[in-house]
């Protein structure tokens, strides 16, 4: 299966936001990947709800939804009226994982489980089969732009093998850093979902940048 890409709109224009996300729409992106950080789990705040419901309005791609905040089990039902199809929370940010994740599932959302880079892959052996995707976190949450950790090529190999032993289709997504080489690891040692946020919009060409990313093999 060919991978995906998730334009991040944390580093589009939100001046004009329409725009991009008209760009996206007429592109090769697969998901609109949005980024809600809450100033506590993450030293960042960036947009919530009301902003993500006016981006569903127009959105013709599923809408991947990558909660950086404390206590996300409190937002599931805003998530999923805000048009969310993916909902993912933060392995760290959750006391009850499996309870999120049911939650996620019986309000109609995909769930995705987030581990930040220093959590290792081992510790979603016992949840892995409820889950749709697994994020992997290749810089630490809270900026765009920052650098690829190369440590990430490890766990996406790790969790791949695991994700197969099991006869599983969990999806692997990787967040942070992505671009045109570490895309292309990436996608070699197994990911499924690239999130691109300052390589997409940062290319004077974003529309061409998507169709780089989406054609690395
Ligand atoms: C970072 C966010 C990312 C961010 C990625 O905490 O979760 O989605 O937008 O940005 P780039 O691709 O610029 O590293
Ligand atoms: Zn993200």
């Not at 127009?58 to 937002?75: C, G, Q, R």
């Not at 695991?162 to 990911?191: C, Q, S, Y």
Request: charged residues 20%; glycine residues 6%; contains cysteine.
């Amino acid at each position: 299966m060919a991978h995906k890409i998730a334009p991040s709109l944390l580093s589009a224009n939100f001046l004009n936001l329409q725009a991009d996300i008209e760009m996206i729409d007429n592109s090769e992106a697969d998901w609109f990947h949005c980024d809600v950080m809450d100033g506590t789990f993450v030293p960042n705040i960036s947009f919530g709800f009301p902003i993500i419901k006016q981006i569903s309005k127009i959105a013709k791609k599923p809408l991947d939804v990558h909660l950086m905040i404390v206590n996300p089990d409190k937002y599931i039902n805003e998530v999923k009226d805000a048009g969310a199809y993916m909902m993912n929370v933060h392995y760290e940010a959750c006391t009850h994982l499996h309870r999120t994740v049911s939650a996620i599932h019986d309000a109609g959302m995909k769930a995705g489980v987030t581990l930040n880079p220093h959590t290792p892959v081992s510790l979603l052996e016992d949840i892995l089969q409820d889950v749709d995707m697994v994020l992997l976190m290749s810089v630490n949450p809270g900026f765009g732009g920052q650098r690829f950790i190369e440590h990430t090529l490890t766990k996406v190999a790790r969790l791949k093998e695991m994700i197969l032993k099991r006869n599983l289709h969990t999806l692997i997504e990787v967040d942070g850093g992505v671009n045109l080489e570490t895309g292309k690891l990436l996608v070699d040692a197994g990911a499924d979902v690239l999130v691109a946020g300052n390589a997409v919009f940062a290319d004077p060409d974003p529309t061409e940048m998507i169709h780089k990313l989406k054609s690395l093999a």
